[in-house]
């Protein structure tokens, strides 16, 4: 069943993270990097990443608009 969860596959969201020095530039935080998405194949890795991706939907402000799936 879960294999079957998709979000992971479509949803990817890069955040920017201040830094607490004025003079450093912003870090970007991808949340589905390659590493994760090699991981995919494994049940368990494909459900923390789901469970990343609706984290982040839901915490993020403004709240981010989800692209449209493609199946």
Same mark, same amino acid.
């Not at 590493?35 to 995919?40: G, I």
């Given at each position: 069943?879960?294999?079957?969860?998709? !979000?992971?596959?479509?949803?990817?969201?890069?955040?920017?993270?201040?830094?607490?020095? &004025? &003079?450093?530039? +912003?870090? +970007?935080?991808?949340?589905?990097? +390659? +590493?994760?998405?090699?991981?995919?194949?494994?049940?368990?890795?494909?459900?923390?990443?789901?469970?990343?991706?609706?984290?982040?939907?839901?915490? !993020?402000? @403004? @709240?981010?608009?989800? @692209?449209? @799936?493609?199946?």
């Amino acid at each position: 069943m879960v294999m079957s969860l998709t !979000v992971p596959d479509w949803y990817n969201v890069t955040f920017s993270i201040p830094k607490l020095d &004025n &003079n450093e530039k +912003e870090e +970007e935080l991808i949340l589905i990097d +390659e +590493e994760t998405k090699a991981t995919l194949d494994k049940p368990k890795q494909r459900y923390f990443a789901t469970c990343r991706c609706f984290l982040a939907f839901f915490t !993020v402000e @403004p @709240p981010i608009v989800p @692209p449209t @799936p493609r199946f």
